[in-house]
């Protein structure tokens, strides 16, 4: 059982940065394909981005492209995303999980790990 937990939301300005953070431990990290997901009041878990278990194969939606890196440090068991220039619309909870299947997905039900999620709020 693989037990993930996000930390490093928060509330900045527009235009500004943070960096999330998920830990993983209980399972094999380095074998997991890496996602991370968003979900804002009153609407559906997003997908925002995910990474392959080498790091080299990453993909986002279009909404962050450019502005948002995820990456992850297989020795720290730790998955990254990094947000930049943030807007208003980035307003959600964001949860990583983990995808023991060999092939990245954009599906939340492809997922079979999920942490509880950390709040960003972007102020206008």
């Known amino acids: 059982q693989v037990q993930l937990v996000e930390s490093g939301g928060g509330l900045v300005q527009a235009g500004g940065s943070l960096r999330l953070s998920c830990a993983a431990s209980g399972g094999a990290f380095s074998n997991y394909v890496m996602g991370w997901f968003r979900q804002a009041p009153g609407k559906e878990r997003e997908f925002v981005a995910s990474?392959?278990?080498?790091?080299?194969?990453?993909y986002y939606v279009d909404s962050v492209k450019g502005r948002f890196t995820i990456s992850r440090d297989n020795a720290k068991n730790t998955v990254y995303l990094q947000m930049s220039s943030l807007k208003p619309e980035d307003t959600a909870v964001y949860f990583c999980?983990?995808?023991?299947?060999?092939?990245?997905?954009?599906?939340?039900?492809?997922?079979?790990?999920w942490g509880q999620g950390t709040q960003v709020t972007v102020s206008s």
């Open positions: 999980a983990a995808d023991r299947a060999p092939i990245t997905s954009r599906r939340p039900d492809a997922y079979d790990y």
């Open positions: 990474i392959n278990w080498r790091g080299g194969t990453t």
